[in-house]
């Protein structure tokens, strides 16, 4: 390309970036990485994409534009540990692979190269680590009760393969601290100190956890505890307390809620817009809006709740982890109901516009009334 | 009705499906091994009859497709005659390409008529 039309293209991706970071939303940060894909620079891509999932973590668009760039970063490595497991198998190489894949977002995938790991080369920790890591770090996220489990089994069966992985009792030590299971903890955390006399802060920590006045000798059921966590959404104890945490502080945004009340018309304005409903995070209704061939507002509420209830227990227990949001499709009407930074936003509308289309309009009237991005850890 | 499934499940990001009754009685499945397909089954047929419920009770009669969208995967159900189609999708991937395989699919089923278990 001739060295003008680069200076121009680079100038339009400049003023592009300083429009979509100005007003960010799903839809303006996803074009710009799309741009940055067209013009090769997949590195810049993917630095939007992973800004902007910080702000809009519900957003396809900005995943697919990462799990693409990523993808394109990591290709060689990738193709060259499958060509080795073609031609070599080797337990070091299958959890390799399970964890590029894992640090891509494939997550099935990376649970399956780890159980063919498993099946092959049954004495090997490596595969139970990787499936524990995806679990705890699902946990993390969402506090699925199922995923704390599946994570304690994984990273006690790698345990038991091999007791001398600090990485698999510091996990383990954390998993126990999270869900109030101190005793647990405990015995975790010794054996890591043992392993690794110089860290100061797990002797520190598991000091202090020695003699706190209300330890307890006995846990309960670590079943029972890791749905307490499920039920209050709130860890037992802070992740902060933890030496060593195993995530980084996370940004996390919030609506304003009154904004968003206050500016319901633009998207009971979308036109097929039949009802348009917000709620808060107790599902008390703070705005709604129906057109005249919509529900009553009251009504709408109650099939909204409905439907959000159903589906966020159901997607917790058929593993697929915390509900976005559910779409229902009948020839009434289409109706769609979306949990993101801490509201529930509900529509129905008609034909005249598709799912995707309405999914996009939902996202960018929420994108418009972020209020606050306070960092935390999960 | 297996090779119906076992097409839809070369579609990209398709993790498996089944037909179920909306008791939970599976008809037919192809699920991959990190999927429990009793398991999938139980909570797809919770997922029919609420909906189901929810839909009447707001007037809106029976409903033909039902996408619940999470963090870590997609499932959608499909109305297909006598039973529902239920997929399992990777998050990663667009429904919509899906969507057409998925319509195709619940029509075949449907064409088999009454279902025997």
Sequence with gaps: MRFLDRLKRSRELARLSRTAWSTPSPTALGELAERHIAAGEIDAALDVAERGLELFPESDRLRQVRVFTRKKQLAGRIRKLRDEIGRHPTPTAYTQLAELLRELGYDDEALETAARCAERFPDADGPHLVEGRIRFDRFLQHHIARDAELAEDALRRAAERNWSNPQTHALLGELYHLVGSTAACRHHLSALVELCPDDQATKAFLYDLTNQPSTSHVDGEFGDRAREVEDSGVFAQAQEQFPHSSTAPIAVTRLNSEALTSHIESLAAVAGMRNVLILNEEEAVLAARASEDGLEPPRFARLARSLSASSRTASRRMDTGELVRVEVQCPAGNVMVARAHGVVVAIQHGDEIRSAAAWTAVQDFMAAHIEQTEVAHA | ?117
């Excluded at chain 2, 090779?3 to 499945?29: Q, R, W």
């Excluded at chain 2, 997609?74 to 109305?79: E, F, G, N």
């Excluded at chain 2, 057409?100 to 064409?111: D, G, H, V, Y």
């Design chain 2, 1 to 117: 009705m297996r090779s119906v499934l076992a097409e839809l499940n070369d579609v990209v990001g398709v993790k498996g499906s089944l037909v179920v009754t909306t008791d939970g009685m599976v008809v037919a499945s192809l699920l991959s091994r990190q999927l429990d397909e009793d398991f999938v089954a139980a909570m797809a047929a919770s997922v029919i009859q609420r909906t189901r419920r929810a839909m009447s009770e707001a007037g809106m009669g029976s409903f033909t497709r039902t996408a619940v969208v999470a963090t870590h995967g997609k499932v959608i159900v499909t109305d297909a005659g006598p039973a529902f189609l239920v997929v399992v999708m990777d998050h990663n991937v667009e429904t919509g390409p899906a969507d057409i395989e998925i319509q195709s699919a619940a029509m075949r089923i449907r064409n088999y008529g009454e279902i025997r278990i």
